[in-house]
């Protein structure tokens, strides 16, 4: 505790950090230079004994105090990789577009900083401090790291201003970039032709997980998100709240989320959309049209926030209703099991077209093509056509078995007694019974 009281003592003192720093007794996690008792002399002055301190990770820069001497310190550091390994860096006050005609120097050394960070080998997190909008340099010089660093894997720039034009240059950048994996543009003027560039980028980028798009004025422009949804398969997190999705938007995305395999969490908030889209969303993650439209949905996100729309709150239920199966489901696999299982109970006559489904069908080679057409399988034939086989077998005669209704167990007790659902059958994977039988976790069917 009395470290720590003087550390955050130091916090506000240049005297005592330059002593901190220099001692061999305490160490220092992170090193903050933005309060208003740190002139350009005493930032000057604290860089010195910080390039041989080697226990700080995070540091703060305010750009408004930092002068040509500071920055090539800096650089020095950042580039030459000299000094203290930084993990993350944190630069505030950087130049804006209001003063372009007095600030030339400025510029020049906030470019100098950040391009410096293109040979760094340690910086994993640059985080740029909200301002009101970033000089046109600025983007530049972050889409200019963005080509080499292999090793910066989080990028905020949260509220920093940034325009179509410059969003455009950042995801020419992100589109070859194998290193970022969280992307923060919320709260940026980005509008449609800006988030046109990010999902053409999220559409090349294949290591991109989370990436958050609140307020960056999005409408008809979201249809380029839609479609890259479609196509990538790195994304776990997207948040595009607050922005104006309406129906058409929000049902193309449903679709997308059809094809998608890595989504986790989803926010729609505070957008434009009303039951015609929810009504969509909740179709995507649950169909009981039939058997097919049922796996052919999403059964991997487990987070869907839809709240602050033009939605009553029994519609918010009925969607979050499937949802329940994604999120407290341990495995794909399960939730295919539970979704498949409430379609057969939901009426006899889901069971009974579910037989029809697979009438003629004599061995486990013909049942996954019957059943998924000339839609492209993921993995071998032979593992999935066992997992299916599996899958439609413990559905049907145990599951079904279980209800109490008389006209369902004769249905359940018919079924047994074909060659399709032979209760005398061995598991190819093991010799256990079907009911415990460690087959292979069932793998989404609708993707490569």
């Not at 910080?50 to 930092?66: A, G």
């Not at 498949?340 to 697979?358: G, H, K, P, Q």
């Not at 439609?392 to 659902?421: C, E, G, Q, Y």
Request: aromatic share 4%.
């Amino acid at each position: 505790m009395a470290d720590e009281a003087i550390t955050e003592e130091a916090s506000s003192s240049p005297d005592l950090l330059m002593e901190l720093l220099s001692s061999e007794e305490l160490t220092l996690d992170t090193v903050d230079l933005r309060p208003s008792t740190f002139t350009t002399s005493d930032i000057r002055n604290v860089l010195l004994p910080l390039m041989t301190n080697l226990s700080i990770r995070v540091l703060y820069l305010p750009m408004d105090r930092i002068d040509l001497v500071c920055a090539k310190t800096i650089t020095m550091m950042t580039m030459k990789n000299v000094g203290p390994p930084f993990e993350e860096l944190h630069l505030s006050n950087l130049p804006s577009e209001e003063h372009t005609d007095s600030e030339p120097t400025s510029r020049k050394i906030a470019s100098m900083i950040i391009s410096s960070l293109k040979q760094n080998k340690h910086i994993k997190k640059l985080h740029i401090t909200p301002q009101a909008v970033l000089h046109q340099s600025i983007p530049s010089s972050i889409a200019s790291i963005l080509y080499d660093n292999t090793v910066l894997t989080s990028l905020n720039l949260r509220g920093c201003g940034i325009s179509h034009a410059g969003a455009t240059k950042i995801s020419c950048a992100l589109a070859s970039n194998a290193s970022i994996t969280v992307l923060d543009l919320s709260n940026n003027p980005i509008g449609n032709a800006g988030i046109c560039s990010v999902g053409l980028a999220l559409e090349l980028n294949s290591t991109i997980q989370k990436l958050k798009l609140s307020g960056t004025n999005i409408s008809q422009g979201g249809e380029a998100m839609v479609e890259a949804l479609a196509l990538n398969k790195s994304l776990e997190v997207l948040d595009m709240s607050r922005n104006s999705l309406d129906d058409v938007v929000v049902t193309k995305l449903a679709r997308s989320l059809k094809l998608n395999t890595s989504l986790r969490q989803l926010s729609l908030r505070s957008n434009s959309f009303s039951t015609i889209g929810a009504l969509c969303l909740s179709l995507a993650l649950y169909d009981p049209k039939n058997l097919q439209t049922v796996l052919d949905c999403n059964h991997t996100i487990q987070f869907l926030d839809i709240d602050s729309n033009q939605l009553s709150s029994e519609c918010i239920m009925h969607t979050n209703k499937p949802l329940r199966w994604n999120a407290l489901s341990g495995t794909e696999n399960e939730t295919i099991r539970k979704k498949v299982s409430a379609f057969l109970l939901e009426s006899e006559s889901n069971y009974l077209s579910f037989r029809d489904y697979f009438e003629g069908t004599t061995t486990v080679q013909h049942l996954l093509p019957n059943m998924l057409g000339s839609i492209p399988v993921r993995g071998s034939m032979n593992e999935n056509s066992t997992v299916m086989y599996y899958l439609v077998k413990n559905l049907a005669v145990h599951s079904i078995t279980a209800t109490s209704r008389p006209d369902a167990l004769s249905v359940a007790k018919k079924s047994s007694s074909d060659s399709m659902f032979s209760t005398d059958d061995k598991c190819n994977e093991c010799a256990k019974d079907d009911n415990t039988c460690a087959v292979p976790e069932f793998v989404n069917v609708n993707n490569n």
